[in-house]
């Protein structure tokens, strides 16, 4: 690929393998400089469950901070591995897991010199995940994985497969709302653009047409069907709103529009028996 060459941004089809090989070059290429701009956001050690910065140590949306010892926790598409390193120092047994080498190597980096808890890392994909079933009392996503994934379903089920029964599933991604809005920050990203019931993916290509990167489009009811369909039982969902204190910019969120629409929704779930 030409590296002046700047990728295409279009809308068609992307089949699982496409959008798993382009999204794991993707983070490899990037994963430098998105841990430049937002790590510090990030922190090393913080749970932050989107943009607007809402924090697992606040929303308590996996249980109270004392009731996670010993717990078996697994995060998918877990980059650095902030949120699991988090959670193991609230004496949590977590396995971070993401698709991206250079994402783990982040990790390692930031734990050589935190002298933190140490955090299990796993190289994997998402839909095919290398544990046991039942092997986890919990597991969650921040913005990992099931937005990237062109069939989530699968990933949920995989996800369902390794917890216990009444394990607890809490994952967050792109509000849908917003896909109906062009991805600005700033006025020009406040006016309806698209079909919010457009479905096709969004992909970024090169010149031969070949996906560089793939992001996949749900409705909010289908992500609803999908988490049933994997066997959960949805019993929360948390549409965090934009707090004054956070003054950031972060790609299309930002707080002009955060203040009028939803950007992140997280789904909490439980695994049936």
């Given at each position: 690929m030409n590296q002046e060459y700047e990728p295409e941004a279009t809308r068609r089809d992307a089949s699982a393998t496409e959008s798993s090989r382009a999204n794991r070059g993707w983070w490899d290429r990037?994963?430098?400089?998105?841990?430049?701009?937002?790590?510090?956001?990030?922190?090393?050690?913080?749970?932050?469950?989107?943009p607007e910065g809402l924090d697992e140590e606040?929303?308590?949306?996996?249980?109270?901070?004392?009731?996670?010892?010993?717990?078996?926790?697994?995060?998918?598409?877990?980059?650095a591995a902030q949120c699991a390193r988090w959670l193991a120092a609230q004496g949590a047994h977590p396995v971070a897991l993401d698709l991206s080498h250079r994402q783990l190597q982040h990790a390692l980096r930031i734990a050589?010199?935190?002298?933190?808890p140490a955090v299990a890392l796993v190289e994997a994909d998402a839909g095919a995940l290398p544990f046991r079933d039942g092997a986890f009392d919990m597991a969650c996503s921040a913005y990992g994985a099931i937005p990237?994934?062109?069939?989530?379903?699968?990933?949920?089920?995989?996800?369902?497969?390794?917890?216990?029964?009444?394990?607890?599933?809490?994952?967050?991604?792109?509000?849908p709302i917003r896909w109906a809005f062009p991805d600005e920050p700033g006025p020009e990203?406040?006016?309806?653009?698209?079909?919010?019931?457009?479905?096709?993916?969004?992909?970024?290509?090169?010149?031969?047409?070949?996906?560089?990167?793939?992001?996949?489009?749900?409705t909010l009811g289908d992500r609803v069907r999908d988490v049933?369909?994997?066997?959960?039982?949805?019993?929360?969902?948390?549409?965090?709103?934009?707090?004054?204190?956070?003054?950031?910019?972060?790609?299309?969120?930002?707080?002009?529009?955060?203040?009028?629409?939803?950007?992140?929704?997280?789904?909490v779930c439980v695994a049936d028996g």
């Open positions: 990037n994963a430098d400089e998105y841990q430049s701009e937002h790590g510090a956001f990030l922190g090393d050690d913080r749970f932050v469950w989107g606040r929303a308590a949306l996996l249980g109270p901070a004392g009731e996670l010892t010993g717990l078996r926790v697994l995060e998918i598409g877990a980059g050589e010199g935190s002298g933190g990237f994934v062109a069939d989530p379903v699968r990933v949920l089920r995989e996800v369902r497969r390794v917890l216990r029964p009444g394990g607890r599933f809490v994952f967050s991604v792109t509000h990203g406040l006016s309806v653009a698209a079909s919010y019931f457009d479905r096709t993916p969004y992909v970024e290509q090169d010149e031969t047409g070949r996906a560089v990167y793939v992001e996949h489009h749900r049933a369909a994997a066997g959960f039982r949805l019993v929360d969902l948390v549409e965090p709103e934009w707090p004054d204190e956070n003054t950031q910019e972060w790609g299309g969120w930002s707080p002009l529009r955060g203040h009028l629409i939803p950007g992140t929704a997280i789904f």
